[in-house]
């Protein structure tokens, strides 16, 4: 029903700036929360943001707050992550992901990877020293 592609990622040093962008396609799209997750090599997918499409309201995970910042352009069906001050240890394959929105649920709600039902195919961003 939505599928989901990334774009933007890239080579960067660290404390630069990266923008993504994720790009969605299919029937009733409003009805979808939109989140961010990133997986280093060795390691297990973890949350980064989540945007929702009801209410305008976000949630970050603690590594990246104040750094990233999520956004989303409802006409075009576009979710942002906008990544400043990166570190070496953001270096990860950062994945898009849709999930239905249910509105009675915090924004906290989705930080499990569960709560998604779509996902994109990734796309990396490195970050050197």
């Known amino acids: 029903q939505v599928q989901l592609v990334e774009s933007g990622g890239g080579l960067v040093q660290a404390g630069g700036s990266l923008s993504l962008s994720c790009a969605a396609s299919g029937r009733t799209f409003s009805t979808y929360a939109m989140g961010w997750f990133r997986q280093a090599p060795g390691k297990e997918r973890e949350f980064v943001a989540v945007?929702?499409?009801?209410?305008?309201?976000?949630y970050y995970a603690d590594s990246v707050k104040g750094r990233f910042t999520i956004s989303r352009d409802n006409a075009k069906k576009t979710v942002y992550l906008q990544m400043k001050s990166l570190k070496p240890e953001d270096t990860a394959v950062y994945y898009c992901?849709?999930?239905?929105?249910?509105?009675?649920?915090?924004?906290?709600?989705?930080?499990?990877?569960?709560?998604?039902?779509?996902w994109g195919p990734g796309t990396q961003v490195t970050v050197s020293s």
């Open positions: 992901a849709a999930g239905q929105d249910t509105s009675y649920s915090g924004s906290y709600y989705y930080q499990s990877p569960s709560k998604y039902d779509y």
């Open positions: 945007i929702r499409w009801n209410g305008y309201s976000t």
